[in-house]
């Protein structure tokens, strides 16, 4: 059985609602998912010949009431923006008609009408002019389903990463970490590719010093402190945990298929390879929420400097939607 996907467009004045359409003129996202967009229908038609699609956008009020063809989008229309909103502007009315559209899909999610969330991005300012004070996706996600330990995952081809830390700095990210959060992000990396159906997962931990500190040569002794014993743990309880191993040639041999998945201990070691491995295929996961809920996520922002242009570029948004087709829950 296919996965339902539910797309949220994210905010209207941005190019969401373009790559939204453009992406979903490809058959073989049909091919291996329902797709369903949460939005304002009224901005899919005024992108539609922007774009040049020659698609039907079929208005539902609940999810068994898709089409699920190709030529069609089907949305749940929430009728939160004005027609004539301008693109490249921000909008509180945008801004929080794209908090909606998300607190809507995980509405969704915790029903199980859809397996997984997929977001187009959001502006932040235009979100807080709105009334919702958050610092984005991530953290609006985790408030509604009453999350407190979550990661975000990183994938591109060939290869998956998942973070200990993301936006600290890098004195702040080596403090931060623990060997419970080691144990907690191990078992989330576990947790999530076992419900992807991927059997017992290897999970392979990144070293925070040059050669992972080649046994106290490098460092003053942290992955003996930090990671070790999270690592230990979760072997402990049969998990294929390994590590830590030198940064400089994991994600190599993770990329080759050594291993399913990368621990990395802070922002840059993580999002530097997935880049160089395809920034134009590159997408964002939060892992970890209530209820096994996968949200994945466009690489990008609103580039509101090129909405409503047809210059847009929708690979993110179809590696974004293929992504959560792989990690949907499959039970």
Do not use: W
């Amino acid at each position: 059985m296919k996965p339902i996907i539910g797309i949220t467009m994210g905010d209207a004045a941005g190019i969401g609602p373009e790559i939204i359409v453009k992406a979903l003129t490809d058959k073989d996202i049909y091919d291996r998912c329902q797709p369903v967009v949460i939005g304002d229908a009224k901005i899919l038609e005024r992108v539609k010949p922007i774009v040049e699609a020659d698609v039907e956008i079929n208005v539902i009020d609940n999810v068994v009431e898709a089409k699920n063809a190709v030529g069609v989008i089907d949305v749940i229309d929430l009728d939160l923006v004005s027609a004539d909103l301008p693109f490249g502007r921000v909008s509180g009315e945008a801004g929080n008609a794209a908090y909606q559209y998300v607190a809507k899909a995980v509405e969704l999610a915790k029903e199980k009408q859809i397996n997984a969330i997929c977001t187009a991005p959001l502006n932040k300012e235009a979100m807080h002019k709105g009334g919702h004070l958050f610092p984005g996706h991530t953290e609006i996600l985790a408030e509604l389903t009453e999350t407190e330990d979550f990661s975000m995952m990183l994938t591109a081809p060939n290869l998956k990463v998942i973070h200990l830390t993301t936006h600290v700095g890098l004195i702040k990210a080596i403090e931060m970490i623990n060997p419970e959060r080691t144990y907690k992000v191990i078992k989330l990396a576990h947790e999530t590719l076992l419900r992807a159906g991927i059997e017992n997962p290897s999970v392979a931990v990144c070293g925070i010093n040059p050669h992972a500190g080649e046994n106290g040569l490098f460092g003053n002794g942290e992955e003996e402190e930090k990671l070790i014993p999270g690592i230990e743990r979760a072997k402990a309880e049969g998990i294929d945990a390994s590590g830590p191993h030198p940064a400089d040639t994991l994600f190599f041999r993770a990329a080759r298929g050594d291993f399913h998945i990368v621990v990395a201990c802070y922002h840059d070691q993580g999002h530097a390879p997935i880049k160089v491995m395809g920034i134009e295929d590159g997408v964002n996961i939060t892992v970890g929420l209530k209820g096994g809920i996968i949200r994945t996520s466009v690489d990008h922002g609103t580039a509101f400097d090129i909405a409503g242009k047809n210059i847009a570029d929708s690979r993110s948004m179809k590696a974004a939607i293929n992504s959560a087709i792989e990690l949907a829950p499959r039970n």
